[in-house]
Nanobody, 128 residues
Framework: QVQLVESGGGLVQAGGSLRVSCGTS????????MAWFRQVPGKEREFVAA????????AYADAVKGRLTISRDNAKYLVSLQMNSLKPEDTAMYYC?????????????????????WGQGTQVTVSS
């Protein structure tokens, strides 16, 4: 397993930008496809973005395409989510997730139950 710790959440005005990151001390970070999910109270956790083990392939939810960008730095054991043009509906707890898969270039997919490793979450609040 890999331990994940998110950071970088906060309060931002609509139209602003924020970057959240997820780090781990595990040297096996490169064995994991990574993803970001988000959740608001009373709703199911929803997929935001995913990235393959080698960083070559990414996938995004339709609601965030063109505004959010996922990236990773395997040398620093870090995955980040750059969020631009934020909207109030982006307000949520953002979770980092890791899935151990064989493929270097495939993402781990958009199903939360396929990811066995989760961080504690970081709150992002976008004011109107």
């Amino acid at each position: 397993q890999v331990q994940l710790v998110e950071s970088g959440g906060g309060l931002v005005q609509a139209g602003g930008s924020l970057r959240v990151s997820c780090g781990t001390s595990g040297r096996a970070f490169h064995d994991y496809a990574m993803a970001w999910f988000r959740q608001v109270p009373g709703k199911e956790r929803e997929f935001v973005a995913a990235i393959s083990r080698n960083g070559a392939t990414t996938a995004y939810a339709d609601a965030v395409k063109g505004r959010l960008t996922i990236s990773r730095d395997n040398a620093k054991y870090l995955v980040s989510l750059q969020m631009n043009s934020l909207k109030p509906e982006d307000t949520a707890m953002y979770y980092c997730a890791a899935r151990s898969i064989m493929s270097l270039s495939a993402t781990g997919g958009a199903m939360a139950n396929m990811y066995l490793n989760w961080g504690q979450g970081t709150q992002v609040t976008v004011s109107s």
